[in-house]
């Protein structure tokens, strides 16, 4: 489980606490955990998407060799029998 160390504040209008606190009040959730979830959402899943998608884009740029599954499943054992 995370440990939540940082203390951040942010400063909303009367309504959107009020439309805040009626959503965490909906799902049964802190507003605290509603908005470190609304950061995650927004932000850093996105980020990690774009991670995943370069590094995908670095190993097609590799244009490696690929033979069917079955001659590299047998490569991959004699490799690893004969290391």
Avoid: C, H
């Amino acid at each position: 489980m995370a440990v939540y160390t940082e203390r951040v504040q942010a400063v909303l209008t009367k309504e959107q606490y009020k439309r805040m606190m009626e959503i965490a009040k909906q799902e049964n959730k802190a507003l605290s955990v509603l908005i470190r979830e609304a950061v995650e959402e927004r932000y850093f899943v996105p980020l990690e998407q774009q991670r995943r998608r370069q590094a995908l884009a670095n190993l097609l740029a590799l244009d490696a060799p690929v033979a069917d599954w079955s001659q590299m499943e047998t490569e991959i054992e004699q490799g690893a029998l004969d290391g």
